[in-house]
């Protein structure tokens, strides 16, 4: 190739390079070119070489400059692209994260067995799915009780042996016909009623407790209630009992706990009257003991059940056991821990 050809394309490479990737390639191309050029000084006398030499060196040395002055905008240019290509709008809205929280019954149950575990007791969950022997014959309930009826209890088969557990009750005898007292356990969980208005739900969640010891009494359980009530409420909280009425206890009471709103002076939480019905209680029978084959001469304890949506519809102030059920997130996200 001749000096002037080369000389025009070597101009026409380097302006058409778009980019620096581009221009290194157009670099290399020009370099063989003038290699070519080079070559033919073969051809050339003794006399005419450093002539043609001096003209080669002083092309070389423009298309240095040349292609150095390329490399300066090319650069300019694709900083200029990446620099677009990342820019961050700091004014857009940022996307949030937004966190979850436990589900107020979880919350409560929760609190229920810190405050109880605090007292030594171990939890046990009993099945959902229970026998009628465990949900009501053991526990000392009549053939013919009303809780028994079609109308209180979901059955699941036709000889009316297998049911949904109408109360966590039955997780006692499972615990007592394993284990040998002393017994001291809390049993939470899911029990089931054909019930259905603004404070029932056909599915609803309990808290039983048992212990089972020599020498147990009411005394214990009222000691105990108390520790309950002013951890779980304030420490203002009384606790009073009331006869009340269970096949498994014997004698029986209704727990209420002073109101925590108005300090039992008598307010609409209260219906003027200063307490709250919380829980049941008593005594275990001794007919239950019996059952289970703990003797109820050696051997006393006392129980308790109480629903978790109560408790929790109480501290929260909740009028709707609904609201627990429909996972609506502007009720659910107002339990933040
Ligand atoms: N099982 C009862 C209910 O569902 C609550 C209850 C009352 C549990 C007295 C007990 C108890 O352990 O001693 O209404």
């Not at 001096?54 to 240019?77: T, Y």
């Not at 009222?222 to 009992?241: D, H, I, P």
């Not at 209260?270 to 049941?280: A, P, S, Y």
Request: hydrophobic share 35%; with cysteine; proline share 4%.
């Amino acid at each position: 190739m001749q000096l002037d050809q080369v000389k025009v394309r070597a101009s026409e490479e380097i302006s058409a390079a778009k980019s620096t990737k581009e221009l290194y390639t157009a670099k290399l191309n020009v370099q063989a070119m003038l290699k070519d050029v080079m070559s033919g000084m073969r051809n050339l006398s003794k006399e005419e070489r450093p002539a043609f030499g001096k003209i080669v060196n002083e092309f070389k040395q423009k298309l240095e400059e040349e292609i150095a002055a390329r490399e300066a905008v090319l650069k300019a240019q694709e900083l200029e692209q990446k620099y677009a290509s990342e820019r961050v709008d700091v004014t857009m809205p940022g996307k949030k994260y937004v966190e979850g929280n436990l589900h107020p019954i979880t919350l409560v149950r929760n609190q229920l067995i810190d405050i109880f575990a605090g007292m030594g007791f171990q939890v046990f969950e009993g099945p959902e799915t229970e026998t009628e022997y465990h949900n009501f014959t053991a526990l000392n309930t009549s053939p013919d009780h009303p809780s028994r009826d079609m109308q209180d209890t979901f059955y699941l088969t036709q000889d009316l042996n297998l049911l949904l557990r109408t109360q966590t009750s039955a997780g006692q005898i499972r615990v007592m016909k394993n284990q040998r007292p002393p017994i001291k356990i809390l049993s939470p969980g899911r029990v089931f009623r054909p019930d259905d208005d603004a404070t029932h739900s056909p599915m609803f969640h309990q808290m039983e407790g048992l212990v089972v010891d020599k020498g147990i009494t009411l005394c214990d359980l009222k000691g105990m209630l108390e520790e309950f009530a002013s951890k779980m409420f304030t420490s203002a909280t009384k606790v009073r009992l009331r006869p009340s009425y269970f096949p498994f206890t014997e004698p029986s009471v209704e727990v209420d706990l002073s109101c925590f709103v108005c300090e039992g002076k008598g307010c609409r939480l209260c219906k003027g009257t200063g307490w709250i019905e919380v829980l049941g209680s008593g005594m275990v029978n001794r007919h239950v003991l019996e059952n289970c084959g703990v003797d109820p001469d050696e051997y006393s304890g006392f129980a308790f059940g109480m629903g978790i949506e109560r408790i929790a519809m109480l501290k929260y102030g909740v009028n709707n056991i609904k609201n627990f059920y429909e996972n609506d997130v502007r009720f659910l996200k107002q339990f933040k821990d």
